[in-house]
C-alpha cells in the first residue's frame, strides 16, 4: 500500500538575530506538496489552522531540516505537540551518514543540476516589503526542490553533494516513506462491528 507524505518548508518573519528562539520567528508563509493529491499548496500565517489537519493526516512530513526548524516554528501555532508527526527530515540522514550538515542548495544542484530560486533572507524580505507573490513563489519552489530531491533518492538509492574531487556519493534507503515495507505498519488495530 502506498503512503502519503507531505513535503513542507515555510518561512519566518524574523531571523535567528532577532530571536533565537523558533516559535519566536513567526510564519510569514507555508508551502506544502500533498502526495495524496499531487499538488503544491500555500498557507499564509492566518490559514495555518487549515495546514495542520492535512500534517495530522500525513504518512510522514518530509522536509530539508524539517525537524529542527520548520517543525520548531510550527510549535508556536499548533495546540498539540509537532513533536508527534511522523516526520522524516533530509538533513538529519545526510548528517548521520556524513557526520556534516550540507545546503539544500548545494545537494540539489549536485543531484539534480537545478537551484533555488533564493535565499531564507531573501524571503524575509519579501515579506517585510509586501512582495507576497514573489514569497509564495519562493517557498514552493523549494518545497518542489525538495520534493524532486527526495523523489530521485527513493527512485535511485542515492544523492550526491559536490566535493574537491567532484561529486560524492550519499546511499539512501527513502523507499519506506513512500511504499509499504510489508509490514502492517498502518493497520487499523480494531475491527468495525
Known amino acids: 500500500m502506498k503512503k502519503f507524505p507531505i513535503v513542507l518548508d515555510l518561512e519566518t518573519k524574523y531571523t535567528f ?13 507555508a508551502a506544502i506538496y500533498d502526495y495524496q493529491d499531487h499538488q503544491g499548496k500555500i498557507y499564509f500565517e492566518k ?3 487549515k495546514l495542520f489537519p492535512l500534517l495530522e493526516s500525513a ?22 505537540k509537532v513533536d508527534h508527526f511522523s516526520c522524516f ?20 544542484s549536485a543531484t539534480l543540476g537545478k537551484k533555488k530560486s533564493g535565499h531564507g533572507l531573501m524571503a524575509i524580505d519579501y515579506y517585510k516589503e509586501g512582495k507576497f507573490e514573489k514569497l509564495k513563489k519562493y517557498c514552493l519552489d523549494d518545497v518542489i526542490l525538495t520534493k524532486e530531491l527526495f523523489d530521485y533518492g527513493v527512485k ?3 544523492i550526491f553533494y ?9 546511499k539512501v534507503s527513502w523507499k519506506k516513506y513512500i511504499e509499504e515495507d510489508g509490514e502492517n505498519g498502518n493497520m487499523p488495530l480494531t475491527l468495525p462491528f
Request: no cysteine.
Open 17 to 29: 538575530r532577532e530571536f533565537d528562539d523558533p516559535q519566536k520567528l513567526e510564519v510569514s508563509v
Open 162 to 170: 559536490f566535493t574537491s574531487k567532484g561529486k560524492g556519493t550519499i
Open 156 to 158: 535511485t538509492g542515492e
Open 89 to 108: 527530515d533530509i538533513l538529519d540522514d545526510i548528517k548521520e551518514k556524513l557526520g556534516r550538515r550540507l545546503s539544500l542548495n548545494d545537494v540539489i
Open 59 to 80: 504518512s510522514y512530513i518530509i522536509g530539508y531540516n524539517v525537524r529542527s526548524f520548520d517543525l520548531a516554528v510550527l510549535q508556536h501555532y499548533y495546540p498539540g
Open 47 to 49: 490559514d495555518l489552522n
